[in-house]
């Protein structure tokens, strides 16, 4: 397991802080083989493709989805393999007896 710093756990944190991308994220997590179309993301949450796009280029870049194109549309599914790694991250981290100051 990667052990990673501070700061990239604080962009995923931040990817995921958004009420919208937290909203797409979940309906990408139900289902975690099935990949959905921008257009279907957009009609699902009454708003633009374009700002779905925006949202979903988020949560790319911290590695949360991964986009496939199918001819001229792109379909986005969950990265299982970074969910499931940085599942065990924070599990790890809560297990973990945090110090109090002085002791």
């Known amino acids: 397991m990667k052990n990673r710093t501070p700061n990239e756990l604080a962009q995923l944190f931040k990817a995921l802080g958004d009420p919208t991308r937290l909203t797409i994220f979940g309906m990408l997590s139900k289902n975690p083989e099935r990949r959905l179309c921008v257009c279907a993301i957009a ?50 981290m809560s297990a973990v007896p945090l110090k109090k100051n002085g002791a």
């Open 43 to 92: 009609k699902h949450l009454r708003i633009t493709q374009s700002a779905v796009s925006q949202h979903l280029k988020v949560l790319k870049n911290a590695g949360l989805v991964t986009p496939n194109r199918d001819g001229f549309r792109v379909h986005y599914m969950v990265n299982i393999g970074r969910v499931n790694s940085l599942q065990r991250e924070l599990e790890f």
